[in-house]
């Protein structure tokens, strides 16, 4: 990896939170290469945060590993606080920590709707919160990593689909209040991407053959197909993009079969 000192987010200093596997890894990976400082939030896998960071710094690049639940808000807004104590600054946030418990609909208990409540949607809310009141001088950008299922709905996960139906009003609302600072605010919706918050799927060869079958690429999504786009929003090449929701699923949502 090498870090560039004149890449899109050159001089920008930017918060990936669950950054530690998956998508938050690709995109952190991704915002270093392009020349952010990146705070490197994670909740699990210290290690991987560890080696993230070193990667970095070995290219020339700035990121520093914090641990923290960022359903908690003393620990989003010791989060924030560190970063800019670190980096001087805040641009971007990138809101993409997240869970999903299968259960069915008559059988999801109360805990499943308490965590995922709290982790895929408090947790957005309180770190745009705290990100936006630093941002609030000279502007930023944040990007959830929503879900298709902001919009459509998923038998067997309801909490997760009224969560991130929750953060798709959470992001226009966000847009709105927060465009005369000069703060934008987008979600990404994906697909099927293969990372291990669908690692059961993905090992099974029949839902494999049966995403290859809908999905109108043909194939799950790679992180790095993500973060790239989440690098165009974190970007002053997206400056006039506020209040949008961009959906990185092969098609996914458009699948529609003949009767
Ligand atoms: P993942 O499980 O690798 O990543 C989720 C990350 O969030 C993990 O690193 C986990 O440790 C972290 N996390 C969980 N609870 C946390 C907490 N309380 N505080 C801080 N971090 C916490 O899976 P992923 O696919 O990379 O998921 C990233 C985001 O993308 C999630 O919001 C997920 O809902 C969304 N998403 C994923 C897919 C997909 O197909 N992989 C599709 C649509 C949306």
New binding site residues.
């Given amino acids: 990896m090498s870090a560039a000192s004149s890449g899109d987010l050159a001089g920008k200093v930017a918060i990936v ?8 890894y690709a995109i952190a990976e991704l915002f270093a290469r392009h020349g952010a400082a990146v705070a490197i ?5 210290a290690d991987a945060a560890h080696r993230l960071v070193g990667e970095i710094e070995a290219a020339g690049g700035r990121a520093l590993a914090l641990e ?4 908690e808000a003393s620990a989003v807004e010791s989060l924030v606080a560190t970063t800019v104590e670190t980096f001087g600054r805040l641009d971007i946030l990138v809101n ?5 418990a299968t259960q069915s609909f008559l059988e999801t208990d109360e805990s499943n709707w308490d965590r995922t409540i709290a ?2 949607l408090k ?1 957005p809310f309180l770190c745009l919160q705290a990100a936006a009141r630093r941002m609030q001088q000279g502007g930023g950008s944040i990007v959830n ?5 902001e919009d459509f709905p998923f038998p067997g996960s309801t909490p ?1 689909v009224a969560a ?1 139906g929750g953060l798709r009003m959470l992001m226009r609302n966000a847009s709105l209040e927060l465009a005369g600072y000069g703060i934008r605010v987008n979600n990404v ?10 690692a059961a799927t993905l090992a099974d060869p029949a839902k494999v053959k049966e995403l290859q079958r809908i999905v109108p690429l043909r194939r ?1 999504g790679e ?1 790095s197909e993500v973060a790239e786009v989440v690098l165009f929003l974190a970007s002053d090449r997206a400056s006039y993009v506020t209040g949008s929701t961009y959906y990185v699923d092969g098609g996914y949502v458009q699948h529609a079969e003949p009767l």
């Avoid at 993409?96 to 999903?100: D, K, L, P, S």
């Avoid at 990593?145 to 299922?149: A, F, M, P």
């Avoid at 919706?189 to 669908?198: E, F, S, V």
Wanted: aromatic share 6%.
């Fill in positions: 939170t669950g950054a530690s596997s998956g998508i938050g939030n994670y909740f699990a896998h923290g639940d960022i359903s993409n920590a997240g869970i999903e982790v895929d947790g990593i929503s879900s298709i299922h997760y991130k919706a994906p697909g099927a991407i293969a990372t291990p918050i669908n799950p992180p």
